[in-house]
């Protein structure tokens, strides 16, 4: 361990965001780019490594911030790239060094975390691999990463005026699944097979769009990373004819499970396995399908190449058949089988607290908002980090949120009332005490609505302790798995049904918790969680120069 401490590097990575004009889907649009290309390039570091991003912003008209998603931030909550929350959005032509460490290894993600700039193409892969010295617990004789997205024609700016129309205007599903940023609308590779209505892909002239091909030899197991920084669309993803067995998930070892395809939300990673045992004459598919939602959006596809096989040989079956978009009994197989690898940390077995999070889609003055407990999440302008940290007052609303809801609501029918109301207000959490959250899904607006939503909590990883249907109680609490249950960064509730989960507030700072679909934070669907934030030392000053706090630093130069 210290052999692989000391060899730590400080890796130094010098950025420009701004738009470009891109061919994700061999359609041209603007999207958000990093040094004039899109996706952002990969950092790739090892466990213990300083990464140090110097971003300036390019985009002349708004400000930008950039997430580390699933590194926990530890002694550095400021860089966790959260506007309003950790650090104030980096103005037009302004630049802020994020400096970081990579404490563990595993598959991650970073990505924009302003407005709905994720909508706009801002993210990139992050691979943290373990440190000098060290092995996986694992064996693998070559590796690939495969980042997954969705892609919209109308720019998010124009998504973002629609969402907050009265009436709604809802973005509607995306027009392309991307795979590392490149997908192909209006025809399909596999025309021949999965939709003869669309025309089979031309992609003479298509380096941005044209699919990235994994060349393989035979007989060798291959490292698959997978994450999804999707917006809105859960994927399911398979290789047609070879088993997969995943062993990472977020950035935690599981117990190996096999399987023939893998369901991945929204703000999830994973590594797989695969082994190239099939026969080598020929190419197989490997395809992402949308689940949880009736897709309108055709597979994203691209093709594993046996060598020495041409990758113009197309494969001679069809792509994989993805289970069906509300075969929700099928996601919670796959769930229920992601447990952690023995000798893994185990949770506290009693918790301190218990906060219960109901989600609903609510109406605030006619507005449609989705709400958390009655209250829909409107950020201030001063970060709260600063705002707590330095004691300044009227930055945000100090009554605390409500930890449940009332007894009587029934989450499985539409609310008799639907109104909720704005509010920006704190879980203030004790340092070192553990904490358990139930989400709890419930009925949308819609008669018979409820829908998917992965969560995602910022600055710690959380055992998943179970999952359930209906409404929680405290029955449910002796069936809680308290042997081997994973750690995740991200988690799903189904519809109509609860997650549970329990994390150790060890880390100063304040996190954001959120849902990980782009359009439903917008709306308001989030939670602000804080701790020890007494303890937090020499915040950078650019972090903070904003709002209250940033009238606070000019007149109190002292840190």
């Known amino acids: 361990m210290l052999l692989g401490h000391s060899l730590a590097k400080t890796r130094h990575f010098k950025w420009e965001v701004g738009y470009i004009h891109w061919s994700t889907d061999g359609e041209e649009s603007v999207v958000m780019g990093i040094n004039g290309a899109f996706p952002g390039p990969t950092i790739r570091g090892r466990a213990g490594d300083i990464i140090v991003v110097e971003l300036t912003n390019k985009l002349h008209t708004e400000g930008v911030v950039i997430h580390w998603h699933g590194i926990r931030q530890f002694g550095t909550p400021w860089a966790d790239g959260t506007a309003a929350i950790s650090q104030c959005a980096i103005n037009a032509g302004e630049t802020f060094v994020y400096r970081f460490k990579v404490d563990k290894a595993g598959t991650y993600f970073y990505h924009g975390h302003y407005g709905m700039q994720r909508s706009a193409g801002l993210y990139g892969s992050l691979i943290v ?49 991307l795979i590392n940023g490149r997908g192909q609308y209006n025809c399909s590779m596999a025309a021949q097979f999965s939709n003869p209505q669309l025309p089979q892909c031309k992609l003479r002239g298509g380096e941005q769009y044209a699919p990235q091909i994994l060349r393989v030899r035979r007989n060798k197991t291959y490292r698959l990373r997978l994450a999804s920084t999707t917006a809105l669309a859960s994927l399911n993803l398979a290789i047609g004819g070879h088993k997969m067995v995943v062993v990472e998930a977020d950035g935690n070892y599981v117990q190996p499970f096999s399987v023939q395809d893998i369901d991945i939300y929204s703000g999830e990673s994973y590594s797989i396995l695969f082994t190239t045992n099939q026969d080598p004459s ?118 605390p949120p409500p930890d449940n809801f009332p007894i009587d609501y029934d989450v499985m029918k539409q609310a008799p009332n639907s109104n909720a109301t704005y509010g920006n207000g704190v879980y203030m959490l004790k340092m070192n005490t553990t904490i358990d959250i139930i989400l709890q899904n419930a009925n949308a607006l819609g008669e018979g609505a409820s829908e998917i939503h992965p969560w995602h909590l910022h600055g710690h990883d959380f055992w998943v302790l179970g999952y359930g249907e209906g409404k929680f109680s405290e029955k449910h609490v002796e069936k809680f798995n308290l042997k081997n249950p994973p750690l995740r960064n991200t988690v799903v509730i189904y519809p109509y049904g609860w997650t549970a989960l329990r994390f150790v507030t060890d880390n100063p700072g304040v996190w954001a918790f959120h849902c990980h679909i782009e359009p439903h934070l917008h709306m308001g669907m989030g939670v602000i969680l804080a701790e020890g934030v007494h303890l937090v030392k020499k915040i950078p000053r650019e972090a903070l120069a904003c709002g209250l706090t940033g009238k606070m630093l000019m007149t109190n130069e002292h840190n």
């Open 129 to 177: 691999d373990v440190a000098q010295g060290e092995n996986e617990p694992f064996h693998y004789d070559g590796e690939f990463n495969l980042l997954l997205s969705d892609w919209w024609h109308k720019g998010s700016h124009e998504q973002e005026v629609d969402l907050s129309s009265n009436p709604l205007r809802w973005i509607g599903e995306p027009q392309t699944l």
């Open 282 to 399: 020929k190419n197989y598919w490997i395809s992402t399908s949308v689940r949880g939602r009736e897709p309108k959006t055709p597979q994203a596809l691209t093709l594993l190449n046996y060598l020495p096989n041409s990758p113009s040989k197309f494969p001679t079956l069809p792509p994989p058949i993805a289970p069906l978009w509300n075969d929700y009994n099928h996601s919670k197989s796959f769930s229920n089988k992601i447990l952690a690898l023995m000798g893994s940390p185990k949770p506290p077995i009693k918790n301190h607290r218990r906060i219960i999070l109901l989600n609903t889609q609510n109406k605030i003055d006619g507005y449609t908002k989705w709400a958390i407990n009655n209250v829909s999440l409107v950020l201030p302008t001063t970060p709260y980090l600063g705002s707590i940290r330095y004691g300044i007052n009227n930055a945000f609303d100090t009554r």
